[in-house]
């Protein structure tokens, strides 16, 4: 989570933005692909910096070599599309040794999109690309710490229609001041705190693993979130709009919804490159490749063996409710199949934190209440602690800018509602830098 640090904040990222905004127009891409790269080199040092390079340059050359599916190429064109698929996942299993939690998201990112040009240019649905061109679109510094996963022809589309207002940039600057927000004050504390609650000794009581699943949840989306928002605000100043990559998780009424709201870059990507919800009617197949996608980010991003064994489970649970599609009709109110819905991910969630079996059955011997309810000294301290965190953690996964949109449009409370976001985006803006500058010193 090194992303959140003062250089990057302050000299990194307003550099390249600035470079880009003066630069002419031919030149823009690459000047934020040479920021992504910076970037990918600050959070995850030399390591990150190589295996993307790798992973760039490694789908650029099977490109290139691979052929077109025709008659007589067909067999051919698929083993090279699964010869670049099996060398970006051997990267990303050396990114999972040498790279630690979220600094792997810009290598999962370049490997994913690279997957989808691989299968576009086998099918046919794409000329082989520039390296220029090919490099700028893979490190582009506004997508790469957090997404969204566009394919080749989206991203040159959008690039194309780079268009600079003052509404835009100022719209950029607050989203950027948001996603600081949330990525500084509400995703750091909640790391902290997550990794403080190890199995054992400190982690003993029910209380004490929701709590630890709770923290783990919230670390995971506002760091993603927070991460997106400002590569979007950055992109929106410099004339570009990308897609939200969350869209109210919390609002899921299934699991099938969630998986559409929770990262929807990714639902969007499995469906252009998977095919999973269009025209998958064969329950073997859905289970399978579902299976091998939310196996392999198991692996990647969970903490040991038990992320494969999270994803499989999660297939299973994806695809009964894929194959039983009238389930989502249920008689159970909404609000309570959003419950449930919650509580199935939270349970879930024990599963890519430990990391071992034997880290998981502690924890689910815990959450199921084993040695009690009541909460563990060291948990109650660390709620103690961070309490407003925790309360700000849980406003924040409601649509309240959606909610407060819906209200009559009326001039003067307009002009209340502007003055008080101004002041609003600029207390949380000291609150986040006076966070960074303390955690600086401290290093």
């Not at 997404?147 to 991203?155: D, E, I, K, S, V």
């Not at 600079?164 to 600057?173: H, L, Q, R």
């Not at 819906?406 to 000291?430: A, C, D, F, H, V």
Request: proline residues 4%.
């Amino acid at each position: 989570m090194t992303f959140a640090s003062l250089p990057m904040i302050l000299y990194i990222l307003p550099l390249f933005v600035i470079l880009t905004a003066i630069v002419p127009v031919q030149w823009k891409a690459g000047v934020l692909a040479l920021g992504g790269v910076a970037a990918a080199w600050m959070t995850g040092g030399f390591p990150a910096l190589i295996l993307l390079l790798i992973s760039v340059s490694a789908t650029w050359i099977i490109i290139r070599v691979q052929p077109q599916k025709t008659q007589v190429h067909h067999h051919r064109a698929e083993l090279w599309l699964y010869a670049g698929i099996g060398i970006q996942a051997v990267l990303l299993l050396l990114g999972r040794l040498l790279l630690d939690d979220l600094t792997l998201v810009p290598l999962v990112i370049c490997a994913m999109q690279g997957t989808e040009c691989m299968s576009d240019h086998a099918n046919n649905r794409l000329r082989i690309p520039a390296l220029f061109s090919f490099f700028c679109y893979q490190c582009d510094m506004t997508r790469l710490p957090a997404g969204p996963l566009l394919n080749y022809h989206t991203a040159e589309q959008l690039r194309a229609e780079r268009h600079i207002t003052p509404e835009n940039i100022g719209e950029g600057a607050s989203r950027c001041i948001r996603g600081l927000f949330q990525l500084v004050c509400l995703g750091l504390p909640m790391y902290v705190m997550q990794d403080a609650l190890k199995i054992g000794t400190v982690l003993r009581s029910a209380s004490d693993a929701v709590l630890a699943a709770l923290s783990f949840y919230f670390c995971l989306y506002y760091a993603l979130k927070g991460t997106a928002q400002i590569g979007q605000g950055l992109a929106q100043m410099l004339g570009y709009r990308y897609p939200d990559i969350f869209d109210d998780p919390v609002m899921a009424d299934s699991l099938l919804d969630f998986r559409r709201r929770f990262l929807t870059p990714l639902y969007d990507w499995t469906e252009r490159v998977l095919h999973l919800e269009n025209g998958m009617t064969d329950a073997g197949g859905y289970f399978a490749r579902l299976a091998l996608l939310l196996g392999g980010l198991g692996i990647v991003f969970g903490r040991g063996g038990s992320g494969l064994l999270w994803g499989v489970l999660a297939a299973v649970l994806l695809t009964a409710e894929h194959i039983r599609k009238d389930m989502r009709h249920s008689v159970l109110p909404v609000q309570v199949r959003r419950m449930l819905v919650a509580a199935v991910v939270l349970f879930g969630i024990g599963l890519l934190r430990c990391k071992g079996i034997i880290e998981c059955f502690g924890f689910y011997a815990a959450l199921l209440g084993i040695n009690g309810i009541t909460m563990s000294d060291t948990a109650a301290y660390l709620m103690r602690e961070n309490w407003l965190i925790l309360i700000l953690c849980t406003v924040g996964l409601f649509p309240l800018r959606k909610m407060l949109h819906r209200l009559p449009q009326l001039k003067s409370l307009n002009i209340i509602y502007t003055g008080i976001k101004g002041l609003t985006e600029l207390l949380m803006l000291l609150w986040a830098y006076s966070e960074l500058l303390s955690r600086y010193l401290r290093a």
